[in-house]
Structure formats: structure tokens, C-alpha cells
């Protein structure tokens, strides 16, 4: 099979050809140090351009910035209804560049292009569409006067934005995370910071020029390129920001929100997952086991709430993998462009590496594979076989442990109240999945499931009005859905003696 990427088009090598600069105060600007960061295509494993290293200085411009933007008021205080005209033409713009996007993000994160063109494009403009209608639908209540020892009172509520907000997003999907987050933040009426993730920058880059074009003022959002553990610990300590959002590992989220306690700011953590599927005796295995799949190997399983957990009933276990296993070649991963692809490379060296390791793990530790569990055959490029491990017990790292990689663990299960044990003997709660004809056994079951987000046949259905959140270590709070935009705001009540 050929893995040789495509050429880029002419859009995706202007942008590729950017000078490296921050967006800060409405400008693209030059960083105060010369550090920058390489940006590798995963499908070729080579270098193809670069972007700055923000230093402190920068850091505290891009801060500075946003609190000035949010103390004048000159966003939170427009008419809710220019605000959300605003959002939608950013939604608009969006749009109108989907293919340039949807290219620059496959080419960074090493997905297909034909993916990112049906869910990150159209998702990252669908979020500034939901939260554009909230901007003016969001206000406090009103309670009649009533009396009290000191006379007759008149009190009412308000919902104000909590300020300025740092927001980290993740490698995985950088357009549609990064508007996921400044959507509710702008239609609250906050500033923001947003710090994409060190190995995918390219799309947020494009991203800031929309904003801009789309008019919303100097200040408001500004996006700073960089490190983890530099520029985005110093947002995180900053006491010039309120509020942090960040989407991540749980190991960083922890550090974070360690650090945010010093100046107790608002916090809002996605972090990872281990998601259990749970397949009933009942079910279709020809419709099940391509579901079950996707699952799994959707986005090269580079997913917070990927099926990675497979746990199927005795009757139908062998049928189940069995039929994933006839899937191997629609999922044989290919580079990024290739029109022909649906699942492409891991998204970095280091990546390939710890997905590789954590097969490795698993085969010492006894596993089986019953398919992939290899690297194929290319002229360079991150790529990993999709991988099915069996006979496999609920102490190996395979079981326990986000791989974030095309790696599931089939395990067989007899007894319902065993399986719901054993799918909840996990630190995560993300999110979990039920395969089944039975509505009832599906809602019973979905209900004894500690997640935050449960599907019933089928899997990684996301929608902006619903609000996404974790239980346990899975993470803080919820994004999407009203949820997710009260998350960035403040309640105050007012009371006056009549």
C-alpha cells in the first residue's frame, strides 16, 4: 500500500509559510524571545514549518490584554444581539474556509482529510452556532417583593462573565476543542487566552484569522503557540486570569488544578478516559462489530471517550471480534490525504512510541492478538495497525490504562451484574457504551454505568447541546449545552430595602 502524503494545496502551503508571530490585541505580533517549534506532518514524519515558543513576556501581553479587553467592557457590554451576529460570522467564515481547515487539520494531526471535513469543520462552526443563540437568552431572576423584620425587599439575581479566561486545548482535535471553548466564553461575555496544544497549532493559527475578520475587538481573544509546561503553566498561575479550562490527560489535569488553587480560580477539566462497551447476546453482530469498530479506531483511537474497554457476552464474544477483525482493511491506515483512507497515522514520534510500548506490555503480560499489533510497512510516518488484544484480565496496563491509540481489550463476560462491575472498576468516567435490542436492559443498564456520557448503539455521538462531562478522574464540570456556558459565569444577587 502507498503511504505517500499528497501534495499540500496552494492554501495549505500559505499557511505553512506564515512568519511565526502571536495573535495578541487584535495583531499578529513578534514573540520577545526567537524560540520556536517544529511542526511534522505524521503521515511523512517530516518537518513542515514552524511557530513561536511563547515566552513569559508574551504571556503576560496576551493576559494583559484580555483583562484590559474585559474590564471597558468593550465586549460584554455590546447589545447580546451583536455579540451573537459576531459569533455566528465567525461560524460563517468557518465555513466558507472548510476545506482549507479540514486540510491544515489532517495534515497536523494526521487524520483523514474526508474526516476532519464532516466532524471537526462542521462541528467547530456548529459550537459558535449553539452558544451565539444563548448570548441574549441567559439573565437572572426576578423575585416578587416580600417582607422581612427590616421592611419590604426587593431582590433579583444576575448572570455576569467571570472574566478572563485561559483555555487549553488537546492534539487530537485542535479546530473543534479550541471552538468548543471560545464559543461559551464569548457568548457568556469573557475574554480569553487560548493556548493550543505544542504539536498541533496550525488550525488555531487560521482560526485567529477569522476572528479577526469576523470583528470581534482587539483583546478579546488572543492565541498564544507554545509548551505545555511553560506557557501554559504560566496562564495557569497568571492572577490576572479567573478562569481555566483546559482539556487533557488526567495527569496534567491534576497539576493544574493544583496550581489553579492558589488564586482559587474557576476550573473546567476534560480529561481521560477508559471507556468500557458493553455488546448484549442479543444484538445484530453484523450491524455491532463494525460500530464497535469505529469505536474504537476512529481518529487512529486517539479519542478521549474511545471504546478501548470491549466487553462482549460468551455467545456472541467470538462473532463480535471476529467481525472487527474482517474490518481490518477499511481501517488499514493511510497518510493524512489520501482520499481512499479512514483512519491515518498517530499524531507524533513520542505518541507511536507509547502506543507501541503499551502492545508490547500487554503480549508480556499475556495477551493475544487477534489482529494488527504491528507497524506496517511505509517510507516514514507514525502509523500503527488497528489492534485487537485478547485474554486479557483486569490487572494488565492494556486493561487499566489510556493508551489513546487503535488498541482494544475484548474481554467475555456471562453475568450482567459482573459486567457493570467490572466496566466501572476504573478510575475514569467518561463515557461508556451499550450495544443491544433491549430497552429496557439498555436503560438499566446505562443507569448503573458511572460515566458521564452514555450511548446506546452507537458511539462518540457529540452534540453541542448536550453537556459533556466526566465522573471520577475523568475530569471537573461540563462544556457544551447550557452547562457549559454557565461554566463561564458568575451569579450574583442583588437585594434593596423598598
Known amino acids: 500500500m502507498d503511504r505517500t502524503q499528497r501534495e499540500y494545496s496552494e492554501a495549505a502551503k500559505k499557511a505553512l509559510a506564515r512568519k511565526p508571530q502571536l495573535y495578541i490585541n487584535g495583531e499578529w505580533v513578534d514573540s520577545s524571545g526567537d524560540a520556536t517549534i517544529d511542526v511534522e506532518d505524521p503521515s511523512s514524519g517530516k518537518v513542515i514549518s514552524s511557530f513561536v515558543e511563547a515566552t513569559d513576556k508574551d504571556i503576560d501581553r496576551a493576559v494583559a490584554a484580555a483583562r484590559a479587553a474585559f474590564d471597558d467592557g468593550r465586549w460584554r457590554n455590546l447589545p447580546p444581539i451583536v455579540r451573537e451576529k459576531t459569533m455566528h460570522a465567525i461560524a460563517d467564515l468557518i465555513e466558507a474556509h472548510a476545506d482549507e481547515l479540514a486540510e491544515l487539520e489532517a495534515i497536523d494531526v494526521g487524520k483523514p482529510k474526508g474526516m476532519a471535513a464532516v466532524v471537526d469543520v462542521p462541528g467547530a462552526a456548529a459550537h459558535f452556532r449553539y452558544m451565539a443563540g444563548w448570548a441574549g437568552k441567559v439573565g437572572g431572576e426576578t423575585l416578587p417583593p416580600y417582607s422581612m423584620p427590616g421592611g419590604m425587599m426587593f431582590a433579583y439575581t444576575l448572570k455576569e462573565p467571570v472574566g478572563v479566561c485561559a483555555q487549553i486545548v488537546p492534539w487530537n482535535f485542535p479546530l473543534l476543542m479550541a471552538c468548543l471553548k471560545i464559543a461559551p466564553a464569548l457568548a457568556a461575555g469573557c475574554t480569553t487566552i487560548l493556548k493550543p496544544a505544542e504539536q498541533t497549532s496550525l488550525t488555531a493559527l487560521r482560526l485567529a484569522d477569522l476572528i479577526h475578520e469576523a470583528g470581534v475587538p482587539a483583546g478579546v481573544v488572543n492565541f498564544v503557540t507554545g509548551y505545555g509546561h511553560t506557557g501554559g503553566d504560566r496562564l495557569v498561575k497568571h492572577p490576572d486570569v479567573d478562569k481555566v479550562a483546559f482539556t487533557g490527560s488526567t495527569e496534567i489535569g491534576k497539576l493544574i488544578n493544583r496550581n489553579a488553587t492558589d488564586t482559587l480560580k474557576h476550573v473546567t477539566l476534560e480529561l481521560g478516559g477508559k471507556s468500557p462497551v458493553v455488546v448484549m447476546p442479543d444484538v445484530d453482530v453484523a450491524e455491532t462489530a463494525p460500530g464497535v469498530s469505529q469505536a474504537i479506531f476512529f481518529n487512529s483511537g486517539q479519542v478521549c471517550v474511545a471504546g478501548s474497554r470491549l466487553y462482549a457476552h460468551k455467545s456472541v464474544f467470538d462473532k463480535v471480534v471476529e467481525g472487527m477483525a474482517e474490518t481490518k482493511d477499511f481501517w488499514a491506515p ?133 453537556p459533556f462531562g466526566g465522573y471520577k478522574e475523568s475530569g471537573i464540570g461540563h462544556e457544551q449545552g447550557r452547562l457549559g456556558l454557565e461554566a463561564y459565569m458568575e451569579t450574583k444577587s442583588v437585594i434593596m430595602k423598598l
Request: with cysteine; proline share 6%.
Open 334 to 466: 493511510r497518510p493524512s490525504l489520501d482520499p481512499a483512507g479512514h483512519m491515518g497515522p498517530l499524531v507524533s514520534k513520542e505518541q507511536h512510541e507509547r502506543v507501541l510500548g503499551y502492545i508490547e506490555a500487554g503480549k508480556r503480560d499475556g495477551a493475544s492478538v487477534l489482529m494488527g499489533g504491528d507497524v506496517p510497512s511505509s517510507d516514514g510516518g507514525y502509523y500503527v495497525n488497528p489492534t485487537i488484544l485478547t485474554d486479557v484480565n483486569p490487572q494488565m496496563s492494556v486493561v487499566r490504562e489510556e493508551i489513546f491509540g487503535p488498541v482494544v481489550v475484548a474481554q467475555r463476560f456471562e453475568d450482567l451484574d459482573e459486567v457493570v462491575k467490572d466496566a466501572n472498576d476504573t478510575q475514569y468516567g467518561l463515557a461508556a457504551g451499550v450495544w443491544t435490542k433491549d430497552a429496557s436492559a439498555a436503560h438499566q443498564i446505562a443507569a448503573k454505568l458511572q460515566a458521564g456520557t452514555v450511548w446506546i448503539n452507537c458511539h462518540a455521538m457529540i452534540d453541542p447541546a448536550l
